[in-house]
């Protein structure tokens, strides 16, 4: 499983597809590139990257409501145990790294209040908010262990 896209060029991984680079309206340089990724923006507009518009650009709730549901929240603990074997190298996709940084430590609440403001949807559940995932042992292993190795 070491460096797929070598042996298999068309191979794609949500994870590389759904993380990129670039300027999003909050601010932040690791965004989520939308619901299907990349290259799938022209089939299904709804799909692709939002992040770089402020929300009363977004084309729906779509977006948005995946990012916050069931993505972000599955993510970190896999980019912890990716870090923790030292395998990020590996792994070969920064953004994706970068990006389970960004969900963990951004504070989200003035987002949403955009959000709500420019759009009337509400995120503000606990289950949607940002700096935690959906398991109580992820949220634990992230604060002991995410900046352990770096400090060391």
Known sequence: MQN???KYPDVEFSEDMQTTYGQGWTGAKAIY????????????????A??????SEWPDKLGEQYRRCCTSVGWVGIALAVRL???KHIWDHDAFFDYADRWMTEDDTW??????????W???EGWLRQGK???KFVNEMWKTYRYKQENQ
């Open 4 to 6: 797929p896209y070598i």
């Open 33 to 48: 590139n939308g619901h299907e990724g990349g290259k799938w923006w022209a089939v299904w507009s709804n799909r692709g």
């Open 50 to 55: 939002y992040e770089h518009l402020p929300p």
């Open 85 to 87: 074997m030292n395998a």
């Open 111 to 120: 987002a949403l209040e955009e959000i709500k403001r420019a759009r009337g």
């Open 122 to 124: 509400n995120f503000n």
């Open 133 to 135: 995932t959906l398991d």
